[in-house]
Nanobody, 120 residues
Framework: QVQLVESGGGLVQPGGSLRLSCQAS????????MAWYRQGPGTERELVAG????????HYDPSVKGRFTISRDNAKNSVYLQMNSLKSEDTAVYYC?????????????WGRGTQVTVSS
């Protein structure tokens, strides 16, 4: 079965850092665009960062650009989100997402999420 399992969330003070991990299984990880989304209380789920299947290009929401770094290790079927200089507005549940963007039959998968709380 397909699984995306996030880890690394927790409570951190403003200005601190966290590194999220997503372990994938059950599909051809290296064929998928990977992304991190987040959803705060009372907000819509939003794209935070994305990375192409080979890791050659990345995308960031302007609110996190320069602070967050997405990376992947296809040999480990894993994608990561390094979060630095965290702010209270970064508080959210962070979700791992996979999408092959196939033009004929698209597949996408979601993790269950990991909570990140930035508070003093």
């Amino acid at each position: 079965q397909v699984q995306l399992v996030e880890s690394g969330g927790g409570l951190v003070q403003p200005g601190g850092s966290l590194r999220l991990s997503c372990q994938a299984s059950g599909f051809t990880f290296s064929s998928f665009y990977m992304a991190w989304y987040r959803q705060g209380p009372g907000t819509e789920r939003e794209l935070v960062a994305g990375i192409t299947s080979g890791g050659g290009k990345t995308h960031y929401d302007p609110s996190v650009k320069g602070r967050f770094t997405i990376s992947r290790d296809n040999a480990k079927n894993s994608v990561y989100l390094q979060m630095n200089s965290l702010k209270s507005e970064d508080t959210a549940v962070y979700y791992c997402h996979a999408d092959d963007y196939d033009e004929y039959e698209e597949y996408e998968y979601w993790g269950r999420g990991t909570q990140v709380t930035v508070s003093s």
